[in-house]
């Protein structure tokens, strides 16, 4: 990859379409990406700069082209204004350390599962198990995010045909 663009360091989409750069040559520069993601050049930089919020059609062209899912978790979570106050950012790992988040966040699976039951029985969530039932969708909210997760790696990383 050519020069670095020391002002777009740290910018999501800057860093992924270096990421996508050491993969494939085409993206080295700004100028045949924009070509390949079908950004306009100046546009594309003004996106790698933070000078301006890419249009959600854009960020799913560069998450496709550059083959980084992640991308569009990222700008639901961060920048949509629907999605900040309800997609939370997944963080991507390797295979190994989301194998073992995905199986730590369900290892108490049946006792929220029993938990749940119990406080569910009247039909009311009453004052006292309001608590309880606040964990109970934390912990859900934790398996759900892990599980996010690991589905972003597998569309990353695995090739269904």
């Known amino acids: 990859m050519g020069k670095k663009a020391s002002k777009a360091v740290g910018n999501i989409y800057y860093n992924a379409r270096c990421s996508a750069a050491e993969r494939e040559e085409k993206f080295s520069s700004r100028e045949s990406a924009s070509e390949i993601v ?17 249009y959600p059609e854009e960020v799913k062209m560069m ?14 979570a961060r920048e949509c204004p629907i999605g900040r106050g309800s997609v939370q950012e997944v963080q991507m790992d390797d295979f190994d350390r989301l194998s073992l ?11 929220l599962k029993d938990s749940l039951i119990e406080i569910s029985e009247d039909g009311v969530v009453s004052v006292d198990e ?8 934390d912990a859900l909210e934790k398996i759900s ?4 997760a690991l589905r ?9 045909e």
Not at 45 to 54: Q, V
Not at 101 to 111: A, C, E, P
Not at 145 to 148: Q, V
Not at 152 to 160: G, H, T, V, Y
């Open 101 to 111: 988040r995905v199986l730590g966040s369900l290892q108490d699976i049946d006792k």
């Open 63 to 76: 998450a496709e082209a550059y083959n980084m899912p992640e991308l569009c978790n990222s700008y639901c």
């Open 152 to 160: 972003l790696w597998a569309k990353k990383n695995i090739r269904f």
């Open 130 to 137: 309001q608590e309880k039932f606040n964990n109970i969708i």
């Open 38 to 54: 079908h950004i306009e050049r100046t546009r594309l930089a003004n996106i790698e700069l933070g000078n301006i919020t890419p």
């Open 145 to 148: 995010n892990n599980a996010k």
